[in-house]
């Protein structure tokens, strides 16, 4: 123990741990951030092609982040923060299905069953129209 100079047992390990973690969820973070700008780039580069095509199903996704806080009332509180991700599978006349990221909020427009002509650009859905 010494003579009470100094970091607690263990203390040490803790300012060669934290920041070592702390590093890696940075990269993360930057990793991630990276991947979804050059995902957006190619779909964004993509070209545009029109495809007679069936809409056989929708479904959507949530994506949620929150943060938890003690209130002066010492009640528990939840903030946050969410986004809600819709896609779109077509069936094309040779039977391939593909899913599709809406991006051009087609989703409360179409139906499961709907047939025409779909336009995509990359992983994105950006037109439908009935025939």
């Known amino acids: 123990m010494g003579d009470g100079f100094g970091p607690p047992a263990g203390f040490s390990f ?9 590093g890696i ?5 930057i990793v991630t951030m990276i991947a979804r700008g050059v995902r957006y780039a ?11 095509a069936r809409i056989v199903s929708k479904r959507m996704e949530v994506h949620q982040s ?6 002066t009332d010492n009640q528990f ?9 819709y896609y779109i599978t077509l069936e094309f006349e040779n ?12 989703y409360g427009l179409v139906a499961e069953g709907d047939v025409g002509y ?5 992983e994105w859905i950006v037109a439908f129209e009935r025939t």
């Open 14 to 22: 803790m300012f060669t741990l934290v920041p070592v973690l702390i």
């Open 25 to 29: 969820v940075f990269v993360i973070v």
């Open 42 to 52: 190619q779909n964004a580069r993509s070209p545009r092609e029109s495809v007679y």
């Open 66 to 71: 929150s943060g938890h806080s003690h209130g």
């Open 77 to 85: 509180h939840t903030s946050g923060s969410s986004r809600t991700d």
């Open 95 to 106: 039977g391939e299905r593909k899913e599709f990221l809406d991006v051009k909020k087609l």
């Open 118 to 122: 779909a336009q995509t650009q990359g």
